[in-house]
């Protein structure tokens, strides 16, 4: 199962920067949104993909699920949900000044050619 999330963890990062490279101001935002979910299955994947009951106090099982990874995970997801609705904000406030979403054209080189 760790290849198969390994497998799925490359083509995330790769899709991202591609889509991150592009010169689509949306585009880079979903390639940073992959980039983040991409990250996330990463720390599952090194955590290691264990099965057991969960870590509760009181309980008597022979084997428990470590609730670190999950607690970094849903941290990082709450971080990367702000970034990319801040982002979007940002990209739609700029689209509305300079009437484009093209990099280029927001710092002018390609009209100066």
Do not use: C, W
Not at 4 to 12: E, N, P, S, T
Not at 33 to 45: C, D, E, P, V
Not at 72 to 101: C, H, K, M, P
């Amino acid at each position: 199962m760790e290849i198969l999330m390994a497998i799925v963890v490359g083509i995330l990062f790769t899709s991202a920067v591609y889509l991150m490279l592009s010169k689509s101001l949306l585009r880079i935002i979903i390639g940073t949104a992959l980039l983040s979910h991409g990250a996330h299955l990463l720390i599952l994947t090194v955590s290691g993909l264990k099965g057991g009951d969960a870590p509760l106090l009181g309980e008597h099982a022979e084997s428990y699920v470590d609730p670190l990874p999950q607690a970094l995970i849903l941290t990082a997801i709450v971080i990367s949900f702000g970034v990319t609705a801040f982002f979007l904000v940002l990209a739609y406030r700029a689209y509305q000044e300079l009437g484009t979403d093209n990099v280029d054209q927001m710092r002018g080189t390609e009209g100066n050619d």
